[in-house]
């Protein structure tokens, strides 16, 4: 389930998990501990400088409106071009 915070208490909140990566919340007694969630497919092209290349030149191809065809990339991609 997904819960949306705003406001006063979004601020709250992310003052908790900007000062510990693992927060436990009270809550009427009963402790909840709050991690936040690690986005493995961002880790992998942060860490991967071809990847993350090939993913700046295609927003880059989106924004200026460059279109290829499945026909088009599999020649590239035959050609060793990607």
Same mark, same amino acid.
């Given at each position: 389930?997904?819960? /949306?915070?705003?406001?006063?208490?979004?601020?709250?909140?992310?003052?908790?998990?900007?000062?510990? /990566?693992?927060?436990?919340?009270?809550?009427?007694?009963?402790?909840?501990?709050?991690?936040?969630? #690690?986005?493995?497919?961002?880790?992998?092209?942060? #860490?991967?400088?071809?990847?993350?290349?090939?993913?700046?030149?295609? /927003?880059?191809?989106?924004?200026?409106?460059?279109?290829?065809?499945?026909?088009?990339?599999?020649?590239?991609?035959?050609?060793?071009?990607?």
């Amino acid at each position: 389930m997904l819960k /949306k915070l705003e406001g006063n208490d979004a601020e709250l909140f992310k003052e908790w998990i900007y000062e510990h /990566k693992d927060t436990i919340v009270d809550v009427e007694g009963k402790h909840y501990l709050v991690k936040p969630l #690690s986005n493995i497919v961002q880790e992998e092209i942060e #860490s991967d400088s071809e990847l993350k290349e090939l993913i700046m030149q295609a /927003k880059r191809d989106i924004a200026e409106g460059t279109l290829y065809s499945t026909d088009n990339l599999i020649e590239a991609i035959e050609k060793g071009k990607l």
